[in-house]
């Protein structure tokens, strides 16, 4: 029943834990910030190729970055496996489409002409097919199934869903595994400290980050006893019925919400009564004496990231 403290989602590990240096641990916290939204953002409007590019990219950064295999490897397989189910449903599930315009002039006057020699065919239409693959109807006991159609879109559709889900989990995974919410915070406020000079409250909105990365063991923690207590009582949710079933996971769901609310307030009397004073972020983090050479390869790396981007991502 540790399954979530063996599959580290959303947590810095520390390396003292591994006794393994990373060099995507030493990698300065600004840059690993500004790669996780290239990875967030750059799939917006760009073509198959390029969201495929980004998931071997990710996993190729993934292996040689040194982490340890235990770290990574379960969570890696989770994602493919929930990207390829996602994909999977995208393509065969049906796509709505645009209904069909009225016709402007009737379709008698369009005849397609026989060939030059006596005899010879109609011309036939050219260009790719729209339907990839047709299978079905296929007969499910006494339920008929309609046939499985995966047409262009659909095909497009899922591959978009399933690069995109993969990319979006595993580059902030990635992120926040090699990064303490120290780190995090104050990389953030370094970016914002230009909207800092015009009221923007950055300190706040940094200290309200390290606090909800700091919860989120909290919550992993009262999930897994939630569910420790359900298989300590043997409940089948086959007997329960439906019914039985969803009422069983709405009181979960309420059960988990007030304890992580009932953690919330007594983190928050604890900071209290322990005369919790405001750090700014400057002193979470000791400043260095300038980037290293895996942060300026990294800094080039981003640039052609970037430039690669906006000369092919379109294909």
């Given amino acids: 029943m540790d399954w979530l403290r063996q599959l580290p989602i959303g947590q810095y590990v520390d390396p003292g834990e591994d006794g393994r240096r990373s060099w995507l641990r030493d990698l300065d916290p600004r840059l690993k910030l500004l790669w996780t939204l290239a990875f967030l953002l750059t799939p917006i409007l760009a073509g198959p190729l390029w969201r495929l590019s980004l998931v071997v990219l990710l996993l190729l950064i993934t292996l040689v970055s040194a982490l340890p ?17 996602v994909g999977l449903l995208s393509c065969v599930l049906p796509v709505g489409g645009t209904p069909p315009a009225t016709l402007q002039r009737p379709p008698t006057e369009l005849r397609l002409q026989p060939g030059p020699v006596a005899g010879a065919p109609a011309p036939a239409r050219s260009g790719l097919a729209w339907e990839l693959l047709r299978w079905g ?12 159609v995966i047409t262009r879109r659909s095909a497009q559709l899922g591959l978009n869903s399933a690069t995109l889900l993969f990319t979006l989990i595993h580059s902030a995974n990635l992120l926040l595994l090699t990064t303490s919410p120290e780190q995090l915070v104050w990389a953030i406020d370094w970016w914002l400290m230009p909207l800092g000079r015009v009221g923007l409250p950055a300190e706040r909105l940094g200290f309200i980050l390290l606090l909800s990365l700091r919860f989120l063991p909290l919550v992993q923690e009262e999930l897994q006893n939630l569910l420790r207590s359900l298989a300590t009582r043997a ?30 307030e ?50």
């Avoid at 235990?70 to 390829?84: E, I, S």
């Avoid at 004073?277 to 800094?299: F, N, V, Y």
């Fill in 137 to 148: 109807p296929a007969r499910l006991g006494p339920v008929e199934l309609g046939p499985v």
């Fill in 266 to 315: 007594q983190g928050a009397e604890a900071l209290l009564a322990r005369g919790g004073r405001w750090l700014p972020p400057q002193e979470l983090r000791e400043e260095a004496g300038g980037l290293g050479a895996s942060s300026w390869i990294a800094l080039a790396g981003l640039l052609l990231f970037l430039g690669v981007r906006l000369r092919w991502g379109t294909l």
């Fill in 235 to 264: 409940v089948h949710l086959r007997s329960l019925g439906w019914k039985g079933g969803l009422a069983l996971v709405l009181a979960l769901g309420e059960r988990l919400l007030a304890n992580v609310l009932l953690r919330s």
């Fill in 69 to 85: 295999l235990r770290l990574w490897l379960r969570g890696v397989l989770l994602w493919l496996a929930l990207g390829l189910l």
